[in-house]
């Protein structure tokens, strides 16, 4: 019994040291009321684009549809930045419907917001403040836009998360 007892505490302390009590905790929970409030008025089909960027004038927009819940599509552009035009010029495309989800390596993976909230407060702002830089934003209406840390010994491209710059909902 007393070894039971002992290893059900030990759990417990662990449990409790990795839970995501960052700076940002309130951000969080703020914006997860918002997005959950919106979600249940507006429903649960919307549009949302995940940009990735590179300090080297290359990136990615990634737009996912989601309907009733589930992601229906996924849509993808490659880019490169030409500095003599000051514009992205489009490299590649492609795009993804519900049966051919996950069939092309690139882009960002076929989540829902949902998803996103649960992967932002489990793996991102749960990281060592101490090691990152942790940053949270909720531009979209009080959803969730920005949800990275980037490692503070790592000089390009380190940035781990999710950009959202576009959102709308689907009527």
């Known amino acids: 019994m007393k070894i039971w007892f002992f290893k059900v505490a030990c759990l417990l302390l662990v449990l409790s040291s990795c839970n995501s009590d960052s700076a940002f905790e309130s951000e969080f929970e703020k914006s997860l009321d918002a997005w959950n409030v919106q979600k249940n008025r507006e429903g649960n089909s919307y549009r949302y684009t995940a940009r990735v960027s590179s ?11 989601v309907q009733n819940g589930e992601v229906v599509s996924r849509e993808y552009e490659a880019f490169v930045f030409n500095p003599q035009t000051q514009e992205e010029e489009i490299t590649s495309t492609w795009t993804e419907n519900k049966s051919e989800l996950n069939t092309h390596e690139e882009g960002a993976e076929p989540l829902t917001l949902d998803e996103i909230y649960g992967t932002c407060r489990r793996d991102i702002l749960s990281v060592n403040q101490d090691d990152n830089f942790i940053n949270f934003e909720a ?3 009080g959803i969730l836009s920005i949800c990275t840390y980037f490692p503070k010994n790592c000089a390009d491209d380190c940035s781990v998360g999710f950009f959202i710059v576009h959102f709308e909902w689907l009527n």
């Open 55 to 65: 300090v080297f004038g290359f990136g990615s927009s990634t737009t996912i549809t």
């Open 139 to 141: 531009e979209n209406n």
